[in-house]
């Protein structure tokens, strides 16, 4: 599942082909992803401009003229792919060119096509479907169901020390289980949950109540933040069907300290330690049990 990091690396990728861009023509080659379409989905957005990208957690909001938004979730192994009107084959480190014209990104598992009107083509796939798509009125968005109980962005001022001690006081969970519910932190995942708790020298099996104190909620509000932009600084991470939107992989899994490292040497100077893993709620937990404490 992609998480924080995957999805603003997306963002980004998207942004610059449609930000202040209209849509002259959207398309839906079926009729569901996850769940079903909103009603006239396609004729909604054919005409519309794109004011605004921004990301909520792990949603991609598409801020449209009208007052609209464009809520996307790219499940396990959505994928945007950007195509311009340019001659040529790929480029390389770069986007696929390819005239919109041509068939290009109408593969099985293509399922909505944006033509936008200065020639790009932005198309989104996804073979396994968990991902979604949906319309929201602006004044709504705030109280749906996907967004509404959401914590704080993690790489936004909302997000301190403070306020992650006052999140976790009375938390008889393990830490690893409270950074994973949204309603604590918006957008961690698996993979970055244990790497911060790695940096942070905090075992994912302590009591969420016992890392509220200042000293380790300045540790671990830290560590998130250090994380999450070093992930995205590398493009996310790539494990199996994440790609950024020039096809390009993320490359942050080979800069993971303990996640899927099962019996490697603990990499912090002086430790000793192996890493280990476990399972905490189903998920593997990857952490050093000689310094994380």
Known sequence: MPELPEVETVRRGLAPVLEGRRIRLATQRRLDLRYPLPERFAERLTGRRIERLDRRAKYILARLEGEEVLLIHLGMSG???IHMPAAGGLTPGGFHYAAPDDGAGL???DHIVLDMEDGARIVYADHRRFGFMDLIAEAELEANPHLANLG?????NEFSAAVLSERLKGRRAPIKAALLDQRTVAGLGNIYVCEALYRAGISPNRLAASVAGPQRSERLARAIRDVLGDAIAAGGSTLRDYAQTDGELGYFQ??????DRDGVACSKSG???????TVQSGRSTYYCPQCQR
Do not use: I, N
């Not at 704080?152 to 936004?156: H, Q």
């Not at 080979?254 to 996640?259: C, E, G, K, P, R």
């Not at 430790?271 to 893993?277: L, S, Y």
């Open 79 to 81: 994928r945007f792919t």
């Open 107 to 109: 593969g099985a598992h």
């Open 152 to 156: 704080p962005e993690p790489l936004g």
């Open 254 to 259: 080979h800069s993971f300290a303990v996640y």
């Open 271 to 277: 430790c000793g330690g192996t890493v280990k893993r």
